[in-house]
């Protein structure tokens, strides 16, 4: 059975530091892994990976693809506590348009 | 471009009744997936429609349902509620195709199911 598990479930952290989320999957037929941020309302789009060893960078946050080993991790430095969301992480599969979520990460920045 | 709407926001029935939820995707897009989110257990994929065909199903009973119309808006359908089906339902629009195809999520509607 196809599955995409985050890790941590929930995360604390103090402002300043640095996290990092991870998104292990075993699925048939993957086309590429997206990472979403979910505070009090929908998900928004941060990125889409679909190369392994390419980062992708957004200020503060950047995330990386494994291919071969399975997952993907997002890291966001010198947290704020605006970062303070619920990180989700889908992977999209090779034919259709089907996304598979995982449970996703809470992360509470505090001041 | 205006985004992903949907209505209701928020929605209270009762057990045994049905609701029928709504949703707009971003102009263009022809791809509308829906998704139910719990606290508990995550998004849970419930389907997804292309160009007015289901093109995909998640693993939900068949008191969902929904379809898709000419203009890319999409209605799903929940017959005879039950108390777990409390939840957010999102939905989220796409091309539906190509490499860079990620989705647009709208900002829910909020069901409770007493």
């Known amino acids: 059975e196809d599955k995409v598990v985050q890790s941590p479930l929930s995360l604390v952290v103090h402002e300043g530091d640095t996290v990092t989320l991870n998104c292990s999957y075993e699925?048939?037929?993957?086309?590429?892994l997206l990472w979403y941020k979910q505070e009090k309302k929908a998900p928004t789009f941060l990125f889409m990976l679909?190369?392994?060893?390419i980062e992708k960078k957004s200020g503060r946050l950047s995330s990386i693809l494994d291919k071969k080993e399975l997952f993907s991790i997002l890291n966001i430095t010198a947290t704020q506590t605006g970062d303070s969301a619920i990180y989700l992480c889908?992977?999209?599969?090779?034919?259709?348009?089907?996304?598979?979520f995982g449970t996703g990460t809470s992360l509470t920045v505090i001041p | 471009k205006a985004g992903v709407t949907q209505t209701p926001r928020y929605l209270i029935k009762t057990r045994g009744q049905q609701v029928t939820l709504s949703c707009s995707p971003i102009?263009?897009?022809?791809?509308v997936s829906w998704y139910q989110q719990t606290p508990g257990q995550g998004l849970q994929f419930l389907f997804e429609?292309?160009?007015?065909?289901?093109?995909n199903k998640g693993n939900f009973p068949g008191r969902f349902s929904g379809r898709q119309f000419s203009n890319s808006r999409s209605e799903m359908n929940v017959s005879t509620l039950e108390l777990g089906d409390s939840a957010l339902y999102l939905c989220?629009?796409?091309?539906?195709?190509?490499?860079?195809?990620?989705?647009?999520f709208g900002p829910g509607t909020r069901l409770t199911v007493l």
């Open positions: 989220a629009s796409s091309t539906g195709q190509g490499e860079k195809n990620e989705q647009f």
């Open positions: 889908a992977v999209v599969y090779l034919s259709g348009n089907q996304f598979y």
């Open positions: 429609y292309f160009s007015e065909t289901q093109r």
């Open positions: 699925v048939t037929n993957f086309r590429s």
């Open positions: 679909t190369s392994s060893g």
């Open positions: 102009s263009g897009h022809r791809s």
